[in-house]
């Protein structure tokens, strides 16, 4: 048996009376890259902010190596190994892409480790480290993704949630986020868990997906046979 790391069971999370998540229950074990596709408004941000620690669900379990870590605040969740890529990025566009950094290992103390792993992360981004003083508002968007994939690597984690990576950028930045996806996973055994509304990409990288719709997991298998499920070619791979 693979070991989970993170398991949800019976999730259900509210923004007040609207019920977000009905009862979501869905496992990532350690090595995979498991993708979460789903509509518009079928609740794939707010499964992510419910792990992550930035909303508390009213009903279920969440748990991280079999820790539960429901209702937990991020900087918690953060620290046990947990980094979140929010939807839209959210780099600091004042500071430069090295300060970027340094802001996302703001729960690292050693210097040098922090060198490292900026160093660690101009390996994997070369353009990063061509734009090493450049504002990151100045960049492209998917620079500016890059960076923020770049500065949730900051704290080395073992799980990584990623929020619509390839939203709004061009076919070719797209293949370069969704290549370092899979190498971080082959390389360092990051383990991930990616929303993507580009249900294709997503299923083509991932080892297994689950489907989301109105706040409710509707399929959930290999990714490869997800892919071929004509009810979601229809929903969400574009074919009638
Ligand atoms: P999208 O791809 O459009 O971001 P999603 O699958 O990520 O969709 P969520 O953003 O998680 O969906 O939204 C799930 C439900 O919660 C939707 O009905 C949405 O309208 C509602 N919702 C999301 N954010 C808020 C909020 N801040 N306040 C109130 N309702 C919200």
């Not at 074990?29 to 979460?36: C, R």
């Not at 300060?99 to 703001?106: H, I, Q």
């Amino acid at each position: 048996m693979p070991e989970a790391m993170l398991e949800l069971n019976d999730v259900h999370t509210y923004y007040d009376h609207i019920h977000a998540l009905k009862g979501v229950s869905m496992t990532v074990n350690e090595g995979e890259i498991v993708a979460l596709i789903g509509g518009n408004g079928a609740g794939k941000t707010t499964t992510l902010r419910t792990v992550s620690g930035m909303m508390k669900p009213r009903q279920g379990a969440v748990t991280m190596n079999g820790v539960s870590i429901a209702g937990i605040p991020a900087h918690h969740i953060l620290k046990m190994g947990m980094s979140h890529v929010p939807e839209g990025r959210r780099i600091f566009k004042d500071l430069t892409v090295r300060e970027n950094l340094d802001v996302g290992a703001y729960s690292v103390t050693d210097r040098s480790l922090i060198e490292h792993r900026i160093q660690e992360g101009f390996t994997f981004f070369p353009r990063l480290k061509e734009r090493e003083n450049q504002l990151g508002g100045t960049m492209s968007g998917g620079e500016q993704q890059m960076l923020a994939i770049a500065r949730a690597l900051m704290v080395a984690p073992k799980l990584l949630l990623l929020d619509e990576p390839s939203m709004g950028l061009s076919p070719l930045f797209v293949e370069a986020i969704f290549d370092i996806i899979v190498k971080l996973n082959k390389e360092r055994g990051t383990t991930v868990l990616l929303v993507e509304q580009n249900a294709n990409m997503a299923l083509s990288i991932a080892h297994r997906a689950y489907v989301l719709q109105t706040g409710e997991i509707k399929l959930s298998g290999n990714a490869a046979d997800i892919a071929q499920d004509e009810s979601v070619r229809k929903a969400y791979l574009g074919e009638d």
